[in-house]
């Protein structure tokens, strides 16, 4: 039919599109990697997501920021601490825990003063610099960036951040000058990292009983910090296969009024 | 063609109306009655796709204007508050988003229509400029709107196309400053970029009742480029075109919710997720992908002022193509050679969008051996691409035979046996 030879047409412009937009860059690919989340039905591993967000807390929030979340984000419809007797994620006795543990500076008071107090679920996560000058200071000169939207400001996604994780102890070849203060990392542009090499084997315990090795706790943080970037997906995707099929009745209908209404006209 | 009005008013009121202000009878004259060339194939439901694409890019941006932030320290913020707090606010950014790679999908399918079936032609002229001005406006909003979110590709991105102008000798300074709003691209660019991407889809939408306006005096060109002659030529727009057109818009929605719902990033940049720095300048600055092969245009060229030159020329050469064509045959679907060069035409246009997404001196996959890198392609190509206007198509037109045209739409239709066949009779 032509019109599926047309479509077939925007399709493939659609896709050469898609491929223009992969760029150069002297790095090696991400090991492939199968998440829960792929595909048009995926969906966030739940545990994974919890266990990520405890290896956030311990392991990367000493440096790295999550400046886009709430911490109330944590217990909203899709989040890792979801629970569905609490609509609104303020209430949620697991995410006001989680909150309580943070001291946050709030204020200026009536007296003109800022003070401290314990954090709230509408606080954002708080950041370990008070500014980047100072974080930079606190890292030879690299600045840890932000983790809210990380998977997705990366040009491999998800599997690039696991990769990357697990991507230290290789030998680095000759033509790399390796400074002090800098790690050989072959997934990472360039192939040098101001981040030292975080996870080895038990480094963490886990309160599920997961054993944490560092291939776990490398997939754990991938999914959590992957939610983080794109909070909305699991509704995104539900949402869509209702779009779907409503437009693909839609186009059935319309298709049939069409032969319909054409049927006696030779065109 | 547009012939006497048909519309007759009923009802006290529409007669009332009908006397004072006949807008229904306008509307009814302009998208009921409009006689339409019965042979119009898939390729012609572009124009009622991108009307639809011109809405869905005004309703779902002015609601996102309702949580955007024009301000360098704040934009970036505002667009992750938008994906993340405002209630659907991912699903209208989506939806802009993807909105504008599939407008623009949705425009190269019906230009090249109309450079195929010779849509330019007169007495088309000023119907095509039109639409090389709803183009330009086109790209200006894309760019404009690119800038907004703050991001790594948005700051230098802006930073690459004004600096642009400033190859201009003498008033390239001044007019990047003024443009700027300051020395370098910052807050007040921002806000004045905001400013025009809100006004510009406005003046677009002017411009497309203008283009209409224009298409409903010839009327639709069609496949065969041969014009109306009788009414057993055409069909009344509605309900045949609103029914065609309304299937191809329903399907072209499932390749745009496609895009929204299961791959949202993929027509975008990483880099964009990672905010403006102006001390970090991203590895390869590269524009969305429907600008890309003007981009490969631009680096072709060793000089920046040809360079620049040169890209607006390529778009610049459509304003006069009418009269740079000189073949009397609208259609190439009857221009044996011209349907050959056409296509050429098409694979260079990709082929520059792909020299322009990769670094110049990336050598070709295939042709690395030969030693061609994609600056070399791009070079090869740009000298096609205005071949195909400068010198092929006012060429081919002294030196091409068509081939035998049928006498009327409505022989094409027949198969071209018969003139005396009976007249397929409109369901009415």
């Given at each position: 039919m032509r019109l599926i030879r047309t479509l077939f047409i925007a399709a493939a412009g659609a896709l050469a599109a898609v491929g223009f937009a992969s760029a150069a860059g002297e790095y090696r690919k991400p090991e492939p990697f199968t998440f829960?989340?792929?595909?048009?039905f995926g969906t966030f591993d739940r545990g994974a997501m919890q266990r990520g967000f405890y290896v956030y807390q311990q392991v990367c929030a000493a440096c790295h920021s999550?400046?886009?979340?709430?911490?109330r984000h944590l217990g909203?419809?899709?989040?890792?601490?979801?629970?569905?007797?609490?609509?609104?994620?303020?209430?949620?006795p697991v995410v006001r825990a989680i909150a309580a543990e943070y001291i946050v500076e709030d204020g200026p008071d009536e007296f003109g003063e800022m003070f401290e107090r314990p954090g709230r679920?509408?606080?954002?996560?708080?950041?370990?610099?008070?500014?980047e000058q100072q974080g930079r200071a606190a890292n030879n000169g690299a600045y840890p960036p932000d983790l809210s939207i990380i998977t997705r400001a990366r040009h491999y996604g998800a599997p690039y951040l696991r990769s990357l994780m697990l991507g230290y102890g290789e030998e680095a070849p000759?033509?790399?000058?390796?400074?002090?203060g800098l790690y050989y990392n072959p997934y990472f542009p360039g192939g040098?990292?101001?981040?030292?090499?975080q996870f080895e084997d038990g480094l963490l315990e886990y309160a599920d009983g997961t054993e944490a090795t560092a291939e776990q706790m490398a997939y754990d943080l991938t999914v959590f910090l992957h939610w983080a970037s794109d909070p909305h997906m699991e509704q995104r995707k539900q949402l869509g296969l209702m779009v779907m099929l409503y437009l693909l009745i839609l186009c059935g209908l319309l298709y049939a009024t069409y032969r319909q209404i054409w049927r006696k006209v030779e065109h | 063609m547009s012939g006497p009005s048909t519309y007759e008013p009923k009802t006290g009121f529409t007669k009332w109306l009908d006397a004072r202000l006949p807008i229904v009878r306008l509307g009814w004259d302009s998208f009921v009655d409009f006689p339409t060339?019965?042979?119009?194939?898939?390729?012609?439901t572009f124009g009622g796709i991108l009307s639809v694409c011109l809405m869905i890019q005004i309703i779902t941006g002015i609601v996102l204007a309702m949580h955007?932030?024009?301000?360098?320290?704040h934009a970036f913020a505002s667009v992750q508050r938008i994906d993340?707090?405002?209630?659907?606010g991912w699903l209208i950014r989506s939806i802009h988003a993807v909105g504008a790679s599939m407008f623009f999908l949705a425009v190269y399918m019906h230009i090249f229509r109309g450079l195929y079936y010779g849509s330019y032609k007169a007495p088309r002229e000023l119907l095509w400029i039109l639409g090389v001005v709803i183009y330009l406006l086109m790209m200006a909003a894309a760019f404009l709107g690119y800038v907004l979110p703050w991001g790594q590709m948005s700051y230098w991105g802006a930073m690459v196309i004004t600096n642009l102008?400033?190859?201009?000798?003498?008033?390239g300074g001044p007019i990047t400053e003024w443009l700027w709003?300051?020395?370098?691209?910052g807050n007040a660019t921002l806000n004045r970029f905001f400013s025009l991407h809100y006004l510009i889809p406005f003046l677009i939408a002017g411009v497309v009742a203008l283009h209409i306006w224009a298409l409903h005096v010839p009327g639709n060109n069609n496949p065969t480029g041969i014009e109306v002659k009788?009414?057993?030529?055409t069909l009344p727009f509605h309900p045949y075109y609103t029914s065609k057109d309304g299937f191809a818009i329903a399907l072209f929605m499932v390749i745009f919710a496609f895009f929204v719902f299961?791959?949202?990033?993929?027509?975008?940049?990483?880099?964009?997720?990672?905010p403006a720095d102006p001390l970090v300048t991203p590895a390869l600055i590269v524009p969305e992908w429907y600008l890309l092969p003007f981009y490969a245009i631009l680096r072709a060229v060793p000089d920046k002022l040809g360079g620049v030159l040169l890209m607006f020329g390529s778009i610049g050469i459509l304003f006069v193509l009418p009269w740079l064509?000189?073949?009397?045959?609208?259609?190439?679907?009857?221009r044996p050679l011209a349907r050959w060069f056409f296509g050429f035409f098409v694979i260079a246009c990709l082929g520059l969008g792909w020299a322009g997404a990769e670094l110049p001196d990336t050598p070709v996959p295939g042709l690395g051996a030969l030693g061609v890198d994609f600056l070399l392609l791009g070079r090869v190509l740009t000298v096609y691409y205005f071949a195909y206007f400068i010198v092929i198509l006012p060429l081919l037109g002294f030196v091409e035979k068509p081939s035998e045209r049928p006498a009327s739409i409505e022989a094409s239709v027949l198969?071209?046996?018969?003139?005396?066949?009976?007249a397929a009779a409109p369901a009415e």
């Open positions: 829960s989340f792929d595909g048009p999550l400046e886009h979340l709430a911490i909203q419809r899709g989040g890792p601490f979801h629970d569905p007797a609490y609509p609104n994620p303020n209430d949620n679920p509408s606080d954002r996560f708080p950041s370990p610099y008070a500014n000759d033509y790399i000058d390796l400074r002090p040098l990292i101001a981040m030292p090499p | 060339p019965r042979n119009l194939n898939y390729w012609y955007y932030v024009p301000h360098i320290d993340r707090d405002v209630n659907f102008l400033g190859a201009f000798p003498i008033i709003g300051g020395f370098s691209v009788s009414n057993r030529d299961y791959w949202p990033d993929a027509l975008g940049h990483s880099d964009n997720f990672i064509d000189t073949s009397k045959v609208r259609s190439m679907r009857y198969g071209g046996s018969s003139k005396s066949a009976p």
